[in-house]
Nanobody
Framework: QVQLVESGGGLVQAGGSLRLSCAAS????????MAWFRQAPGRERDFVAA????????RYADSVKGRFAISRDNAKNTVYLQMSSLKVEDTAVYYC???????????????WGQGTQVTVSS
């Protein structure tokens, strides 16, 4: 089992920035892809960004390209999501996930975190 704990959420004004962190523990995540998803009230959980184990490959949802940046520190088993130029529509619960590869993680992650709330005010 892998436990994922997100942190860094909060309330921010539109145009501001936040950095989310997700620390993995338990079974090793070595070699695994890590990702962020988000779920706004009344909506399905959507893919946001993913990063491969080596950090060579990254992938973003069109809605966040150019504004969000995903990174990871394998020594700390942690993945980050730097969010800039935040918009009201970015308001959601953000979830961290771990999966086998860049293809599978966007549809069937193996592990989920509990989520952290991000609220962007106008």
């Amino acid at each position: 089992q892998v436990q994922l704990v997100e942190s860094g959420g909060g309330l921010v004004q539109a145009g501001g920035s936040l950095r989310l962190s997700c620390a993995a523990s338990g079974r090793t995540v070595a070699g695994y892809t890590m990702a962020w998803f988000r779920q706004a009230p009344g909506r399905e959980r959507d893919f946001v960004a993913a990063i491969s184990w080596s950090s060579i490959n990254t992938r973003y949802a069109d809605s966040v390209k150019g504004r969000f940046a995903i990174s990871r520190d394998n020594a700390k088993n942690t993945v980050y999501l730097q969010m800039s130029s935040l918009k009201v529509e970015d308001t959601a619960v953000y979830y961290c996930a771990v999966g086998e590869n860049m293809v599978r993680i966007t549809t069937t992650p193996d592990y989920w975190g509990q989520g952290t709330q991000v609220t962007v005010s106008s």
